[in-house]
């Protein structure tokens, strides 16, 4: 059989990579739960109907259907592409059983058919946090969950030294609002040409305005003329001002950008600034969108995104309006990793490797591996009864720090300095750092 080759798009981590990965998914999870999120699971697969009603993302769904389907049979189910989607139908199968506002952090993995680039994958695991309302929910909101994102990327900033980010955000209402002060109808389609601004730059956005929408050039002028505001704090509402466009959606996205930015500046300060070029390509948004990017790493593109939205969740007689922000696990560790980003202690979880003096003792070395782990060391049995320097070696090569000989009472040996002292499995304990690896940022 041939060698297998890798599958593009579809990344698979080694043991000290995955490492790393589960040190972030351990850190969020932390994060999230301190600010009472629960954990909710979904399906793989939605329906085809549910999952191309938003956005412009269709052409990127992956068909599910049997190997030996009936050609006549309808394509009906989609891996999801995203986790909110999926959210937006689980809350409406479970509303009765929830208590609004309702918090959800969900970790898992989503399909997308793009094409494969650097933190781009078509299988990859984000991580998402929601609140959600019944009939309505507190502007507040908007505030916090941004804010619980950036606090969870800060922690790994302090960890493992994650580099640090930069939330870009803005309000669709602010855009929209402005738009429609120029006369524009068609604003969710202005604001998916604007979504492309930071990535084609502002002739060709105000070109496409033109082309794609019909805009008077000097209308499309004045949409990329916002985009182009960024501000590090609350600045942003006289240069939008002083464009002279007024209406009342206009100021109520303002307000709530200030407000936004405020908190923001008083709690991670340098962490998040305005920026008007943020749009969102989901027609699902509604108020506040989010992106972020790795300061040092912007090539990558956004790593974090989301935003407000008023009308994801509704069966007709219930509207559950929300926010909502997910960061794209595997998007911001892929690169990172690749270049070498980070260090890990050891490849393995193992901290002592209990050695073997034969067979026929093999029960004991087992005895000292159950006393051990039944106090949280993590533990394992020499895998053969060989001399004592050949089990060193292979605990060497596996990257575990302690060997143990002999029976309960024994001695251990630090294989990196070869200090040897007696021990009891009973109470002996590991220095903090040697108890479990530790990542590390690259020097």
């Not at 680039?117 to 916090?144: C, K, M, P, S």
Request: glycine share 10%.
């Amino acid at each position: 059989m041939a060698r297998p080759k890798p599958l593009s798009g579809f990344p698979e981590f080694l043991p000290d990579e995955r490492i790393v990965e589960q040190t972030v998914l351990d850190t969020l999870r932390e994060t999230f739960e301190l600010h009472g999120f629960g954990n909710i699971e979904t399906r793989a697969v939605e329906p085809l109907a549910q999952l191309s009603r938003k956005g412009e993302i269709t052409k990127e769904v992956y068909v599910v259907r049997r190997l030996h389907a009936d050609e006549a049979d309808q394509d009906e189910l989609g891996l999801h592409f995203d986790l909110t989607v999926p959210l937006a139908r689980w809350v409406l199968e479970h509303s009765g059983a929830l208590q609004f506002p309702f918090r959800r952090y969900q970790i898992q993995k989503v399909w997308r058919g793009e094409r494969p680039q650097e933190g781009r994958y078509r299988e990859f695991t984000q991580a998402d946090i929601d609140i959600i309302g019944r009939g309505e929910l507190a502007a507040h909101h908007d505030v916090e969950v941004p804010l619980v994102m950036l606090e969870a990327l800060e922690r790994l900033h302090e960890r493992i030294g994650l580099p640090p980010v930069l939330m870009h955000v803005n309000n669709r209402k602010l855009s929209e609002g402005f738009y429609r002060g120029l006369g524009v109808t068609d604003t969710p389609g202005v604001l998916q040409i604007v979504d492309k601004y930071d990535r084609i730059g502002a002739q060709a956005t105000a070109q496409l305005l033109v082309d794609e929408l019909g805009l008077d050039a000097g209308v499309a002028e004045r949409c990329v003329e916002l985009a182009t505001i960024r501000s590090d704090d609350t600045g942003f509402v006289d240069r939008v001002r002083a464009l002279g466009v007024a209406d009342e959606l206009l100021d109520e996205g303002l307000a709530e950008l200030v407000t936004l930015l405020e908190e923001a500046n008083r709690r991670v300060p340098g962490r998040l600034c305005a920026d008007l070029s943020i749009a969102r390509g989901m027609d699902y948004y509604t108020g506040c969108v989010y992106e972020t990017e790795l300061v040092g790493f912007e090539s990558m593109g956004s790593i974090s995104s989301g935003g407000r939205y008023d009308s994801l969740a509704s069966d007709g007689r219930n509207s559950h309006p929300g926010v909502g922000i997910s960061l794209g696990v595997t998007r911001l560790l892929g690169p990172l990793l690749a270049r070498g980003q980070f260090v890990v202690s050891r490849p393995v979880p193992t901290c002592v490797l209990v050695a073997v003096d034969s067979e026929e003792t093999r029960d004991r070395a087992l005895d000292v591996a159950a006393v051990l782990r039944g106090r949280g060391i993590p533990t394992e049995v020499a895998p053969r009864a060989d001399k004592y320097g050949k089990q060193i070696r292979y605990a060497d090569r596996r990257g575990i720090p302690f060997v143990w000989f002999g029976p309960r009472v024994g001695e251990i040996k630090d294989i990196r300095s070869g200090d040897q002292q007696p021990a009891d499995a009973a109470d002996w304990t590991p220095e903090e750092v040697d108890l479990h690896p530790r990542v590390l940022p690259a020097e």
